[in-house]
């Protein structure tokens, strides 16, 4: 008896085992396959303050505004990331005058740093389009100690919109963003109410964050 159940049991655990596996595996090839395409369409923006202090955090959003406002400018027939990127490394030397002015302007002793690169960014909620955690190409701004609260946005498709919670995408951002993406995954980050997507969200946030 013995030796049957242990012929039996040996089989089922393997099986079980190459099941989950095969999960696993399915799961993390659906969440990077998925990821790297959201992460291909969006050039972030990432404005570090100073401090946590109400004057550097105020210094931080009008830094903010007025980037967002140039690059809304100079971007504005720009109809695919990597022109983004391209520009926004053009004028990488004007980003930084806008910023540092603003600085000086209130007789700060601060610097400020330009960083165009890959980073990693947290789960964000940007009206109804959600992005998932992970390595984003961003335009990254510190300011002075960098070592108060950050500020992110989408500066392409352009979501840099100020009030967050009014849950408003202006429509041809989201247009920019579904010609980038496959219908499943547009209806992955906008929030959809079907739970099937809401799951495969979470599959997505849980394998970039691991």
């Not at 959003?61 to 967002?68: F, G, H, M, S, T």
Request: proline share 3%; glycine share 2%; aromatic share 14%.
């Amino acid at each position: 008896m013995k030796i049957l159940f242990k012929n039996y049991f040996i089989p089922i655990i393997l099986i079980i085992l190459s099941l989950l596996f095969y999960i696993i595996f399915s799961a993390f090839s659906y969440s990077n396959a998925v990821f790297n395409n959201i992460s291909d369409s969006v050039f972030r923006l990432h404005v570090i303050a100073n401090s946590n202090s109400e004057e550097d955090q105020n210094l931080k959003y009008e830094i903010r505004d007025a980037l967002i406002d140039y690059m809304n400018k100079i971007t504005i027939n720009s109809n695919s990331k990597d022109m983004a990127i391209t520009l926004a490394n053009d004028n990488k030397n004007e980003f930084y005058k806008i910023a540092k002015n603003i600085v000086d302007k209130y007789d700060l002793n601060y610097d400020v740093k330009i960083e165009i690169g890959n980073f990693y960014f947290p789960t964000k909620h940007y009206g109804d389009i959600s992005l998932p955690a992970g390595n984003y190409d961003a335009l990254k701004v510190e300011i002075g100690e960098a070592k108060g609260e950050n500020w992110w946005c989408v500066m392409f498709p352009p979501l840099c919109f100020v009030d967050v919670s009014s849950g408003i995408v202006p429509e041809e951002s989201k247009n920019i963003m579904q010609d980038n993406l496959s219908s499943e995954e547009y209806t992955v980050i906008s929030n959809s109410d079907d739970t099937n997507y809401k799951l495969k969200f979470k599959i997505i946030e849980l394998f970039q964050k691991l």
